[in-house]
């Protein structure tokens, strides 16, 4: 079983609709849990950090459930330029599994259509 | 923005030449880790760094070896490029704990 699992997609969403992807981690001791996003042929960027009460930043939410052990990622009211890959990032150091700390998954392709 | 940098950003070269990715960050973080990626697939870890004088392999196997003389110089090397090496590879770092990690540019190889 992978440590990260995503849902590759692609999801294809009209611009303007609320589009949501989750993530599972298999490690019930991972610390920290991040999303990023890769562009085409771009390195991979921090778009946020997760945490325990859920935060939201701008259209983007991000949600954590730790008995599930899933991450969540909403994006409201999307707009073209939020086509990209997101990757989701699981940071296990300490923990035992893992001894680079950081998984990543391996991303959810998203299109957003005009 | 993100104080970390490869270079170079793109290199075509020929069989059997010795090469050097070089990846520096002035953010003073400890951990540094070396990926590799294809177009459209997923990031493979190939090496990190815990500090200086740590290095260690990483989940992909790969024929490339890296030095951490310095905090803040992860260089990668391939003794011999073969067209398998063709690939992206990406420079990260992050600082000691449950952190993120920030990126390099990348550099693009194209081994002919």
């Known amino acids: 079983r992978k440590e990260v699992e995503q849902d590759p997609g692609p999801f294809n969403v009209p611009e303007g609709a609320t589009v949501a992807f989750n993530c599972t981690y298999s490690?019930?001791?991972?610390?920290?849990f991040f999303w990023y996003r890769q562009d085409c042929r771009k390195e991979p960027k921090l778009l946020m950090s997760?945490?325990?009460s859920g935060n939201e930043d701008g259209r983007f939410t991000a949600q954590l459930n730790r008995a599930s052990q899933y991450i969540s990622l909403l994006i409201r009211d999307s707009k073209l330029s939020d086509s990209a890959t997101y990757l989701c990032?699981?940071?296990?150091?300490?923990?035992?599994?893992?001894?680079?700390?950081?998984?990543f998954g391996k991303g959810t392709h998203l299109i957003i259509q005009p | 923005e993100a104080d970390i940098y490869q270079t170079p950003r793109y290199l075509v070269i020929g069989t059997g030449k010795k090469i050097t990715l070089e990846c520096s960050q002035t953010?003073?973080?400890?951990?540094m880790y070396w990926y590799q990626q294809d177009p459209g697939m997923e990031l493979h870890l190939i090496h990190y760094?815990?500090?200086?004088?740590?290095?260690e392999k990483g989940d992909l196997s790969s024929e490339s070896t890296v030095s951490r003389i310095r905090t803040e110089h992860f260089p990668l090397t391939l003794e011999s490029a073969r067209p398998s090496h063709t690939s992206q590879y990406l420079c990260?770092?992050?600082?000691?704990?449950?952190?993120?990690?920030?990126f390099g540019q990348g550099t693009r190889l194209t081994v002919v």
């Open positions: 990260a770092s992050s600082r000691t704990g449950f952190t993120e990690a920030f």
């Open positions: 490690n019930s001791a991972s610390q920290s």
């Open positions: 997760v945490y325990s």
């Open positions: 990032v699981v940071n296990m150091e300490g923990s035992g599994g893992g001894a680079d700390g950081l998984t």
């Open positions: 953010m003073g973080h400890d951990k």
């Open positions: 760094s815990y500090g200086v004088n740590s290095t």
